[in-house]
């Protein structure tokens, strides 16, 4: 079968909620502190995976993390170890709530930032490299950084296949978001491929071109910096300035507004710094194969691109070698939008299938198709060395939703994140579900 992409996507956990953590996320903004139905919200993430798995696609999951991280909230002064866990959630929901909810966060679920991701067909000593996101923007989201490591370093576990590195080091300058401002272009399957790294800033040039409304995340130092660690073909390696433009419309991730595979890159018009000079570069790299899909503004304006996440979807190759482009259903509920993508798949071009989800309980936080999983591009001995359980078939999905329904609340809302029995609730949770993935002890809680 060859080099396989397999889409790893990130399981809600139980403590799926309406924060409005993150600035620039319009759509976090604009839902905080509503109800959510973490229920709902893995049940959603768990039938676009079957769909897919059903439809062919490899699909594999993540984990969710252990919420509230105490032991963070424990080191901003809110309890001491004579304290009890849940002496330390009750205090902290006196004292300090928006605290709770940063170390409640069940963002681990968009899992396109839990880790940039290389091939071993790029990379100089032929093992795939992963570098898990330290996104040192966001307080809460810096949280999941040494959870994912764990997590990855027990799927891929095998050091002669896979090399899972420490997270950049915890500095502004190194403001590193994952795989959401990093994309993969080849001319085939087999083919060595085209990393295109897209940074926000550079930390060290002040003079460098910025958002003025919202904050630009990832920096060309780390995306630099992890092109270095993976071992990547400099000759093959590009770095690219997302449009400052895009970051104040509310694209806190390049996700937001491009997403490729294969040899396509289907982007908006404003998505980048330069475009023409970058879809050069990848021209002489890829040859005829090369083939940007510009949607421009007079066809779906940045702000309605935005709203109905139309680029946060998944393109993924077909049997045939066209494309499916996996859409939220907000795409479809937007009149500019759905008459663009009927165009777009009517058309003789790659992309020649749609398929909608409902996925709004990650969609109020900003989340959709494309935040929600991790590509993985895979060898038939690679996938081999896998020993977890963690592909998405029918028993597994089975379990997973039983678990799920024992589990998850239907109803959540800020305030009640003070509630000392959630945190008991999740840990039994996770630990089950830690034995059914067969991935071992990997939260902190299992490591006392």
Not at 133 to 143: D, Q
Request: hydrophobic letters at 45%; proline letters at 6%; one cysteine or more.
């Amino acid at each position: 079968m060859g080099v396989l992409e397999v889409n790893f996507d990130g399981l809600p956990g139980p403590t799926h909620n309406y924060s409005g953590l993150s600035s620039g996320n319009l759509a976090s903004e604009r839902n905080r502190n509503l109800a959510a139905n973490p229920r709902q919200a893995a049940l959603q993430g768990l039938a676009k995976m079957k769909a897919l798995a059903d439809a062919g696609y490899a699909q594999a999951v993540l984990p969710p993390h252990e919420r509230p991280a105490v032991a963070a909230l424990r080191a901003l002064g809110l309890g001491d170890n004579a304290d009890s866990d849940a002496a330390v959630v009750a205090r902290a929901g006196r004292e300090a709530p928006q605290l709770l909810a940063a170390c409640s966060s069940a963002a681990a679920m968009w899992a396109a930032n839990a880790a940039t991701v290389s091939p071993s067909g790029d990379t100089a000593d032929g093992r795939v490299h992963f570098t898990p996101a330290n996104m040192v923007s966001n307080f809460h989201r810096s949280l999941e950084a040494a959870t994912t490591a764990r997590v990855l370093r027990a799927i891929f576990g095998d050091s002669a296949l896979f090399a899972v590195h420490e997270p950049l080091p915890a500095a502004a300058q190194f403001g590193d978001e994952g795989a959401a401002n990093q994309m993969r272009l080849a001319a085939g399957a087999e083919a060595t491929g085209v990393e295109l790294f897209v940074y926000g800033r550079v930390a060290l040039d002040t003079a460098d071109v910025a958002p003025q409304r919202f904050p630009a995340r990832q920096t060309r130092e780390a995306s630099e910096a992890i092109a270095r660690r993976h071992g990547l073909d400099p000759a093959r390696t590009l770095f690219v300035q997302q449009n400052p433009a895009a970051i104040d419309a509310g694209a806190f991730h390049n996700d937001v507004v491009a997403v490729a595979n294969g040899a396509v890159l289907f982007c908006h018009e404003y998505a980048f710094v330069s475009p023409e000079a970058l879809f050069a570069s990848l021209r002489s790299r890829l040859g005829p194969a090369f083939n940007p899909i510009v949607v421009r503004e007079s066809e779906v304006s940045l702000d309605r691109a935005v709203a109905t996440y139309l680029f946060n979807s998944q393109l993924i190759t077909r049997a045939d070698g066209g494309m499916l482009l996996v859409a939220p259903a907000e795409c479809l509920e937007d009149g500019a939008v759905a008459d663009y993508l009927r165009r777009l798949t009517a058309g003789a071009g790659p992309i020649r299938e749609l398929r909608a989800f409902d996925l709004r309980q990650s969609m109020k936080n900003g989340g959709g198709p494309a935040c929600l999983r991790l590509r993985v591009p895979l060898s038939d001995v690679e996938r081999t060395a896998i020993t977890a359980n963690i592909w998405l078939d029918d028993p597994l999905h089975a379990a997973l939703t039983a678990w799920v329904e024992r589990h998850y609340r239907d109803r959540l809302t800020p305030a009640d994140l003070a509630d000392p029995t959630l945190l008991d609730e999740g840990r039994r949770a996770l630990d089950e579900l830690s034995q059914l993935l067969r991935i071992g002890n990997v939260y902190p809680f299992q490591r006392l």
